[in-house]
């Protein structure tokens, strides 16, 4: 799943649609016009700062809304006086914090502490992600910056179970801890223990395994979880009877996100053990997934599941679609090498469906007409990479099946008569 950060708002009402009619009078106007002869004006640094410094308050913090924090707001702090003040005084400037591009692989244990003394109590959302940081750093984070609820740490070298403090003092609301190889089940069980409000988390390639999945939904207070991403455990695991009669699965969670496995059908009691209890579940990825984990899913989410999204899948989990999922609106079936008649026969059947992707797949026009035909509600379809098709229906390929199917109708009233 790509990676998801949190937005806050803030005080600014900054929006791009606010200005759109504008901009669209604006580009009017000069297209109704004769271009003009540009003016170059020679413009020093000194008259530079002061058109900038003399800009309106409002003005400039948009501006600075627009700029990355890191590290563009340590050198604004060092342009005057009055910058510094701005960027001290809007706490909303630091409550979201990144590292782009090589700023990631540039930031150090040192850098991180000095940047908190900055940062204090507005900090809110965090993400290190790809960062070369340790654990004794995030350590004095979570000490100078106490307000963090949303973390992010994938691809970081830390040593998750020394951690604690850090999690209890946070209290996280959402933690993305991907492609950490240090993350196991001791450290699944810290965290869900110390951050009982968490909500959102992504352990995809970790080195969770079935065990630490299960004694998650076991605990004595019920997991608040909403978003699940991790990847499938390939070694098996056989459920004691005990943990069979404290399951409790995540009652809350309504997205779900997992790769496949090549243990085939050893997942699947653990699986319906965490996932067969999630009545509000309605969004789902499923990549390399055997066909009987949809059968495992269709108890819980058949009349709620609205969107589906399958890559790699075979015949099989195709041919289960329309019976176990018949309200679907999404559905994205990626990089699978499928018959275009099975699919339509799965598709057409699905009365509720609003989008749906099929890019890469070997769809043909009359396979798209029966589809459209069938599916009354369809507003979007995306047939980007079908090679089948004309450019024309890759780029359009409701109003270009539509046309085709009026073209035939008319024709048939015209041979009838």
């Given at each position: ?82 910058f510094n003040d701005m960027v001290q005084s809007n706490s909303f400037l630091w409550q979201d914090v990144s590292f782009p591009g090589r700023t990631a692989y540039m930031l ?65 609301r959402t933690l993305n801890i991907a492609r950490t190889s240090r993350f196991n089940n001791a450290a699944l069980s810290l965290v869900t223990t110390t951050s009982p409000h ?73 699986f319906a053990l965490c996932f067969s209890k999630s009545p509000r579940l309605n969004h789902i990825k499923l990549v390399r997934v055997v066909p009987d984990i949809l059968g ?122």
């Amino acid at each position: 799943m790509p990676r998801k950060r949190a937005k806050f708002d803030t005080d600014s009402d900054d929006s791009d649609e606010d200005y759109l009619p504008l901009a669209a009078s604006a580009r009017k106007e000069v297209c109704t016009r004769a271009t003009p002869t540009p003016i170059l004006v020679e413009v020093s640094d000194k008259d530079a700062s002061d058109i900038i410094t003399t800009l309106p308050t409002e003005l400039k913090t948009r501006i600075f809304l627009r700029l990355s924090p890191i590290p563009d707001y340590i050198v604004l702090r060092e342009v005057c006086k009055d910058f510094n003040d701005m960027v001290q005084s809007n706490s909303f400037l630091w409550q979201d914090v990144s590292f782009p591009g090589r700023t990631a692989y540039m930031l150090r244990d040192k850098q991180l502490t000095s940047l908190c003394e900055v940062w204090g109590s507005h900090l809110r959302c965090l993400d290190l992600s790809s960062t070369n940081v340790t654990s004794r750093s995030l350590m004095d984070v979570a000490a100078r910056c106490p307000n963090v609820r949303h973390l992010d740490v994938s691809s970081c070298r830390l040593y998750p179970t020394s951690l604690s403090q850090a999690f209890t003092q946070w209290q996280l609301r959402t933690l993305n801890i991907a492609r950490t190889s240090r993350f196991n089940n001791a450290a699944l069980s810290l965290v869900t223990t110390t951050s009982p409000h968490l909500t959102e988390l992504d352990i995809s390639h970790t080195s969770v395994t079935w065990a630490g999945l299960v004694d998650m939904q076991c605990q004595p207070a019920d997991s608040l979880l909403q978003v699940l991403v991790f990847s499938v455990p390939s070694q098996p695991y056989h459920l004691p009877d005990s943990v069979r009669a404290s399951s409790k699965g995540f009652p809350f969670l309504h997205t779900l996100v997992c790769g496949g496995s090549s243990c085939g059908g050893s997942i699947l009691d653990p699986f319906a053990l965490c996932f067969s209890k999630s009545p509000r579940l309605n969004h789902i990825k499923l990549v390399r997934v055997v066909p009987d984990i949809l059968g495992v899913l269709h108890p819980a989410c058949s009349g709620s599941l609205q969107c589906l999204y399958l890559t790699h899948v075979d015949r099989p989990v195709i041919n289960m679609l329309a019976e176990n999922f018949p309200r679907l609106q999404t559905l994205t079936i990626l990089d699978t090498r499928i018959r275009s008649e099975d699919i339509c026969n799965q598709v057409s059947k699905l009365e509720h469906l609003v989008d749906l992707d099929l890019r890469g797949l070997h769809i043909t026009k009359a396979t798209l007409r029966q589809i459209v035909k069938d599916c009354t509600h369809l507003r979007r379809v995306c047939l980007d990479t079908c090679r089948d098709l004309p450019i024309a229906w890759r780029q359009n390929p409701l109003e270009e099946a539509r046309k085709s199917l009026a073209k035939h109708a008319n024709d048939v009233i015209e041979h009838n008569d």
